[in-house]
């Protein structure tokens, strides 16, 4: 059974940094064609992927957002994360994580439940 | 980047009609992935490589399309498909979400 779930810091002011925290289970990131990636949601608007990171250690990036993300694993424990840097306002959203598996076209077939975000001074 | 664009935004349809839903992109992509969110739940994976229904999807959910228009198909309302559905590509980086259409039970 795979779950994913998310933790990190609830509230932030702008120009921290934000950390999230992806724990999983049901797969491992060390399997060949496998990715994590972060999507985010402000309150009652669309999605927005954010970034991945794969099995082969592979990274991608949304370039209206690069300079301000990194994306990491530990394989291990079955954990991935997000830092983005510099936040403000317009990044308050729920974000989420969810596992890409191998496929033709990228997509994501498992998410985990979200995790709320307010940038507030 | 390749900009999805879904219509209607909102719609409302009676049980047992017909609905379609469209998803239109910029540049032509291989396939088109669709992602059913009701209210306070996070996504779900539906309609995956433009056709394929996800686990557990109800047959009277179907997609077509193909370049840069697609669309997905109910071919007959139930009031548990009120919600929001999202198309997605990830043919090209970055990848991108339409704008989302919200269905609504009349």
């Known amino acids: 059974q795979v779950t994913l779930k998310e933790s990190g810091t609830g509230i932030l002011q702008p120009s921290q940094a934000l950390s999230l925290t992806c724990s999983f289970s049901?797969?491992?990131?060390?399997?060949?064609?496998?990715?994590v990636s972060w999507i985010r949601q402000p309150s009652g608007k669309g999605l927005e992927w954010l970034a991945d990171i794969c099995w082969d250690d592979g990274k991608g990036y949304n370039p209206s957002l690069k300079n301000r993300l990194s994306i990491s694993k530990d394989t291990s424990n079955n954990q991935a994360f997000l830092k983005i840097t510099s936040v403000d306002t317009a990044d308050t959203a729920t974000y989420y994580c969810?596992?890409?598996?191998?496929?033709?076209?990228?997509?994501?077939?498992?998410w985990g439940q979200g995790v709320m975000v307010t940038v507030s001074s | 980047e390749i900009v999805l664009t879904q219509s209607p935004t909102t719609m409302a349809a009676s049980p047992g009609e017909k609905v379609t839903l469209t998803c239109r992109a910029s540049s032509s992509v291989s396939y088109m992935h669709w992602y059913q969110q009701r209210s306070g739940t996070s996504p779900k994976l539906w309609i995956y490589?433009?056709?394929k229904l996800a686990s557990g999807v109800p047959n009277r959910f179907s997609g077509s399309g193909s370049g840069t228009s697609y669309s997905l198909t109910i071919n007959s309302m139930e009031t548990e498909d009120a919600a929001t559905y999202y198309c997605q590509q990830g043919s090209s980086y970055p990848w991108t979400f339409g704008g989302g259409t919200k269905l609504e039970l009349k």
């Open positions: 490589e433009t056709s």
């Open positions: 969810a596992r890409s598996p191998f496929t033709i076209a990228a997509m994501w077939d498992y």
């Open positions: 049901g797969f491992s990131l060390s399997t060949t064609g496998i990715c």
